[in-house]
Nanobody, 111 residues
Framework: EVQLVESGGGLVQPGGSLRLSCAAS????????MTWARQAPGKGLEWVST???????TYADSMKGRFTISRDNTKNTVYLQMNSLKPEDTALYYC?????RGQGTQVTVSS
């Protein structure tokens, strides 16, 4: 059974940083493309970033230069380093793989 467990969210001031983690199990992690997505209050699911099995990364335009996705295949974990956070980054952040997603971790950017 695919399981994805996100962590690392919290309350941070504008301009601050957070590092999200997603621990994966139930599938062959190193062979899977991993994606982060987010959902802000009252809005639909928004793609944030993807890392493929070879480590190639892609980002939504509004995250380029601020967010960094990475993966550790020895730990079956994908990360999202978020810097220069803005209030509009406030959302529930999900890790997704194989059409499944975790329960999400809340990120709130506010002074």
């Amino acid at each position: 059974e695919v399981q994805l467990v996100e962590s690392g969210g919290g309350l941070v001031q504008p301009g601050g940083s957070l590092r999200l983690s997603c621990a994966a199990s139930g599938f062959t992690f190193r062979r899977s493309v991993m994606t982060w997505a987010r959902q802000a209050p009252g809005k639909g699911l928004e793609w944030v970033s993807t890392i493929d099995t070879g480590g190639t990364t892609t980002y939504a335009d509004s995250m380029k230069g601020r967010f960094t996705i990475s993966r550790d295949n020895t730990k079956n974990t994908v990360y999202l380093q978020m810097n220069s956070l803005k209030p509009e980054d406030t959302a529930l952040y999900y890790c997704t793989a194989l059409g499944r997603r975790g329960q999400g971790t809340q990120v709130t950017v506010s002074s």
